[in-house]
């Protein structure tokens, strides 16, 4: 019967520990960060619309607008209208194409190879000191078009925001990176 006891007030016990740690997590997640980049890094940074050097429409603003929601998810820099930064991040969208990347059985293409190329620099507005300048990031992705042998249901525009996607990461890892 002791031994019960024992081994009950050891689970409570633990339980305790265990709700206090994670309410203590859940007041506390409103005031602090984490990021797994190296470099701390703070106050706020311009992002201004990307000039579209391609042929693509509407590139800018998808680039543009990835850039802003990943800072904003970061949360280390705020975006801030431009003239009221203490970085700017400005460029251009270098390079879109697509390639074919596999033939049907019919002779065509079915699978196509999406490659995007941004061209940034980011400044540090008050010292006036480039941090990077004229820096190419870029990406790949490959979609299908429509009745695919493959059967695959990703689209140019999927294509499109998956090599955004990955051109952002490396664009963060950059800014924020310690390696």
């Known amino acids: 019967m002791a031994m019960r006891r024992s081994v ?13 740690f994670v309410s203590a997590l859940s007041l506390g997640c409103g005031h602090y960060h984490t990021t797994s980049r190296g470099r701390t890094m703070s106050g706020t940074v311009a992002v201004p619309f990307l000039d579209n050097r391609t042929n693509q429409p509407n590139l800018e603003v998808l680039a543009t607008e990835a850039l802003i929601n990943a800072f904003d998810a970061d949360g280390l820099l705020s975006v801030v209208n431009i003239g009221n930064e203490d970085y700017v991040l400005s460029g251009i969208i270098s390079r879109y194409s697509e390639k074919p990347f596999s033939i049907g059985d019919l002779g065509a293409a079915n699978e196509y190879r999406l490659s995007l190329s941004l061209t940034l620099s980011f400044d540090n507005s008050a010292t006036g000191e480039s941090i990077f300048k004229d820096k190419r990031f870029s990406a790949t992705h490959n979609f299908y078009i429509e009745g695919s042998a493959a059967g695959e249901e990703m689209t140019r525009e999927d294509a499109e925001e998956k090599a955004l996607e990955k051109i952002v990461d490396d664009i963060l890892n950059t800014i924020f990176g310690d390696w």
């Open 8 to 20: 009950t007030m050891r689970i409570i016990s633990r339980t305790l520990t265990l709700l206090c």
